[in-house]
């Protein structure tokens, strides 16, 4: 990260104005002090990080990420929620790429001012990410990741062993999503044959894993079971594959720059049935991509509607009030959730820190540790890190917007 100007002191002998001494430091500290806390006028200063796309086709997800953390970053220094300490956002670009994300997890953990990491979206990214912060105990908390083998290891559906104890999330994971979309088609919907695609990243073969197990298990059949490359643009050819197998819906694993313009090509090739998807595809831009034919598609999404939330009236108006060019969009609630478990652990372990470094495993174990009332609902983590609501929402695209269809708390069965 760039570097401050400290001016030591001035001394004035008579007339004369001497200068004692002037240090360019890294990263806010002292001249001299590399152990991070950078300090001036006795406020020492701690920074929150930020792994989001902040460009390319997801970049209106990530920008609602980073501006929710500002806005809980800039809340807390105005309440002086932290004594003798001042808090900074230090935001990275990771463009939805895993290599990317790792480069920028890598920066923030080589800054001896960083206390924690809100990010990522993408759970590729975070599978590169988690290894880089969590030698340096740099607590990160993902208002976004659905991948359950990030909290509960590549083994979590038979013997679940949490890898990285500095790692929390906000939003619940896929082995919830994918059966909540499960129950919602076969129960819900009376739909018992569909087919599957994903696009071969983490999140989507994971969603679709899950969506399957618990909709054979209801009785339904998955007619064809096909891939897709995110970097396709026509889709002619699995749709062909498809169609001869007469699903009454497909669920789709992936993001909403693929999945629009594979909703709109089905539909004008004649595969006339609804496409649902995970959060992935629940923005408006999906709306944009795949046009009127969207109609009566389906998304699931981790929570309750954040703008029908009573407890999240005041993010809502504040987060209008900093006139964000970007909406907080699908995340902008757990990112601002994220955000304030952080600040809540380090009204903790920052109290009696003589610097950042000293305090980042004290901030770790203190988030594990936070409950309080969020935007989203309770905040709270479970002994893997992951969130103890369960909360997901099922949306249908209804005159050219998504409308919430039903909000559920998941239960196991």
């Given amino acids: 990260m760039g570097g401050t100007v400290h001016q030591r002191s001035v001394v004035r002998v008579g007339a004369s104005l001497i200068v004692a001494s002037l240090a360019l430091t890294a990263c806010g500290s002292r001249s001299g002090d590399t152990t991070g806390g950078g300090s001036s006028g006795g406020t020492k200063t701690a920074k929150i990080g930020v792994i989001a796309p902040l460009s390319g086709n997801l970049s209106e997800l990530g920008l609602g990420i980073k501006h929710s953390v500002e806005l809980a970053v800039k809340q807390a220094n105005d309440a002086g929620a932290i004594p003798g300490w001042k808090l900074e956002v230090a935001a990275q670009d990771d463009e939805g790429k895993a290599d990317v994300g790792k480069n920028a997890a890598t920066s923030l953990a080589s800054d001896a001012d960083v206390i924690g990491v809100v990010g990522t ?23 976004a990741n659905t991948g359950p083998g990030l909290t509960q290891g590549a083994d979590w559906l038979t013997s679940p062993k949490r890898p990285y104890p500095t ?56 007619v064809a079971a096909e891939t897709i490359s995110e970097d396709e643009t026509n889709y002619s050819a699995v749709i062909s594959a498809i169609k001869p197998s007469a699903p009454q819906a497909l669920y789709y694993g992936g993001q909403y720059p693929e999945a629009g313009p594979l909703s709109q090509q089905m539909k004008a090739a004649g595969l006339n049935i609804p496409l649902m998807g995970g959060d992935g595809i629940f923005d408006a831009k999906f709306i944009t991509l795949a046009g009127k034919t969207s109609n009566n598609d389906v998304a699931t999404s981790v929570g309750a509607p954040v703008d029908a939330l009573p407890s999240a009236k005041k993010f809502v108006a504040d987060y ?19 955000a304030n478990a952080i600040i809540n652990a380090l009204k903790v372990s920052l109290k009696d820190a003589k610097d ?58």
Avoid: M
């Avoid at 975070?126 to 208002?143: F, G, N, R």
């Avoid at 009030?321 to 601002?336: M, V």
């Avoid at 495993?361 to 540790?369: E, F, G, I, N």
């Fill in 167 to 222: 790692y929390f999330r906000t939003c619940t994971t896929d082995a919830v999503q994918g059966p909540f979309a499960a129950r919602y088609l076969y129960e819900t919907a009376k739909i018992t044959k569909v087919a599957t695609i994903h696009d071969k990243r983490a999140y989507g073969q994971g969603l679709v894993g899950t969506f399957t197990a618990e909709f054979t298990k209801l009785g339904g059949q998955v």
């Fill in 356 to 413: 950042v470094q000293s305090a980042r495993q004290a901030t770790v174990d203190a988030v594990a540790k936070v409950t309080f009332d969020g935007v989203t609902g309770k905040v709270a983590f479970d002994q893997y890190g992951d969130t103890t609501s369960k909360v997901l929402t099922v949306y249908k695209v209804q005159d050219g917007k998504w409308a919430t269809v039903q909000t559920k708390e998941f239960e196991t069965k």
């Fill in 320 to 338: 209008a009030a900093q006139n964000y060019k970007e909406p907080y969009a699908a995340y902008g609630g757990y990112s601002y959730d994220a």
């Fill in 121 to 143: 979206l993408n759970t590729d990214v975070a599978q590169q990410v988690q290894p880089i912060l969590a030698p340096k105990q740099i607590v990160q908390v993902s208002p």
